[in-house]
């Protein structure tokens, strides 16, 4: 199914206010589930020099990007919009040996394999959900046994339900993704907010943390 199939009118209100969204997050801390799965590589990872790979999916402004930077990691970072890859190539804090970058959208995303780490703060739900399906497939298939997938899915009870575009699960749902990981955090917000934008909002969200088994 072709890119133009799955646009809908309320992209064009997201897009618009990208720029917006980066500018509000600028300079926030890294997410508390990418730090939770470092943590962990970390563990894994004493005494030996080992490598890591990372893939940021809708990676923004780079505030989770330039935290797998700081701390050796290589990373792919993937965002559908080239204002956040500049923003990402402008940082002063990254070590552009270790970074790749994609302008590319979920819809048409192939990933390299044996991931270690796929991380998708927020991002995922931005995937038509026509298309969703294929994602999480190639996500799946591109870790390595032992890999983890990091990041948020957006329940049905969020605001943004009413979108078509954006895609929304069930908790059961949600589970059934992770068949075939061992879940290390699976927790569910549900809730009134604001936005990073200051718009008031019903979140209702999955934080995940993963490992494929």
């Not at 309320?10 to 997050?25: G, I, P, S, T």
Request: include cysteine; charged fraction near 25%; glycine fraction near 8%.
């Amino acid at each position: 199914m072709s890119e133009s199939k799955h646009y809908k009118p309320e992209n064009e209100d997201f897009e618009r206010k990208w720029l917006a969204y980066y500018q509000a997050v600028e300079g926030r801390p890294p997410r508390d589930t990418l730090l939770t799965a470092l943590d962990s590589f970390d563990k894994e990872n004493i005494g030996t020099s080992k490598p890591y790979f990372a893939v940021d999916l809708g990676c923004g402004e780079g505030r989770d990007t330039v935290e797998l930077l700081r701390r050796g990691w290589r990373v792919l970072a993937i965002d559908g919009q080239q204002e956040a890859i500049t923003r990402l190539l402008n940082h002063p804090d990254i070590d552009s040996q270790l970074l790749q970058t994609r302008v590319l959208r979920f819809e048409n995303l192939t990933l390299p394999e044996s991931v270690d780490l796929v991380n998708a703060s927020f991002s995922l739900p931005f995937c038509p959900p026509g298309s969703f399906p294929k994602l999480w497939k190639v996500i799946v298939t591109s870790l390595r046994s032992g890999g983890r997938f990091a990041g948020q899915l957006f329940g049905e009870r969020d605001s943004w339900a009413i979108y078509t575009s954006i895609t929304h699960h069930t908790r059961k749902q949600v589970e059934q993704m992770l068949e075939g990981f061992e879940i290390e955090i699976l927790n569910e917000e549900d809730h009134p907010g604001k936005t990073a934008l200051g718009e008031e909002k019903h979140w209702h969200i999955f934080h995940v943390v993963a490992r494929k088994l």
